[in-house]
């Protein structure tokens, strides 16, 4: 069985029939607090989801580990598509990978997935900033994992 809410890596994805380019993701269940009046998951758990899945992929990916030296990331867009609806007790799966990179922002995509099925596709574009709210270059320690892990292109 597929631990819930731990770093799950290309082999354990695999087993869960996650195709590639899916190289790190997530697993979870639906809870009632998450639904809606139609009984699926609300939109807003879905970016709840999304941030708690950020979070564990920064600190596996040494990008943060979110102590009192924690880089000043930013989320400047978001976009969801629901491709269908997910239920109470459903075990998800979460997939993200950074698609693109640029000097001081990075590209990422998401999978949300039920029995080895897309339901959800996502994007979002990240920013890194000073300590002043200006844009800073990206270290290359993380353009490195981006590009190793995840394939990232440098734009």
Same mark, same amino acid.
């Not at 969801?80 to 459903?90: H, M, R």
């Not at 949300?112 to 596709?121: A, E, K, Q």
């Given at each position: ?45 879905y970016l709840r ?36 609806? +997910? *239920? !109470?007790? $459903? ?8 698609? @693109?990179? #640029? ?23 990240? +920013? *890194? !900033?000073? $300590? ?8 290359? @320690?993380? #353009? ?12």
């Amino acid at each position: 069985m597929t631990p819930f809410l731990t770093p799950l890596g290309p082999e354990q994805l695999r087993a869960e029939a996650i195709p590639e380019p899916w190289a790190f993701g997530m697993k979870d269940r639906v809870r009632f607090g998450e639904l809606d009046v139609l009984n699926h998951v609300n939109n807003a758990a879905y970016l709840r989801w999304l941030e708690n899945f950020r979070i564990q992929y920064f600190r596996d990916y040494q990008v943060s580990d979110y102590g009192a030296e924690r880089p000043r990331i930013v989320l400047r867009n978001i976009g969801l598509e629901f491709v269908s609806e +997910v *239920l !109470l007790n $459903d075990e998800y799966i979460i997939t993200g990978r950074t698609v @693109s990179i #640029r000097t001081s922002s990075w590209a990422m995509e998401y999978g949300v997935w039920v029995s080895g099925r897309l339901t959800t596709r996502g994007n979002a574009v990240l +920013v *890194l !900033l000073d $300590d002043a709210g200006a844009k800073r270059p990206l270290p290359d @320690s993380w #353009r490195a994992a981006f590009q190793s892990r995840d394939g990232a292109e440098q734009l």
